[in-house]
């Protein structure tokens, strides 16, 4: 999932000199900064021994995850994104989602029967 990421963040990196100069300043640092706190998430999460913790890890990463698809819409629908590239977007954030979705899956504590 941190290669994904860091390919998102690459992506979205490339793109944002044609983000309006307004979303750029507005959404774009925001959209920057929750990529890099999701990034550090990451990074805690495999320095953690803890299932709980990190199970709490994940399930913060899936509420930025949440948050950054939220800003994708905004953005795409201002228009400052085209729809090509909203589609694109949104499909590697879909990719990481199904990613973060197994590993809450296998971090969840078992039921007993």
Do not use: C, W
Request: net charge positive; glycine share 4%; hydrophobic share 40%.
């Amino acid at each position: 999932m941190l290669q994904k990421l860091e390919d998102f963040h690459r992506l979205f990196y490339d793109s944002i000199h044609k983000i309006p100069k307004r979303e750029r300043y507005v959404l774009g640092i925001k959209i920057d900064n929750l990529i890099v706190e999701m990034l550090v998430s990451l990074y805690d999460r495999e320095n953690t021994k803890d299932p709980q913790e990190k199970l709490v890890i994940l399930k913060e990463f899936d509420r930025k995850l949440f948050m950054l698809k939220y800003f994708f819409r905004l953005l795409y629908s201002r228009k400052s994104i085209s729809e090509r590239k909203y589609l694109l977007f949104e499909s590697k954030l879909i990719e990481i989602g199904k990613i973060l979705g197994g590993l809450i899956r296998k971090n969840a504590p078992q039921k007993e029967a």
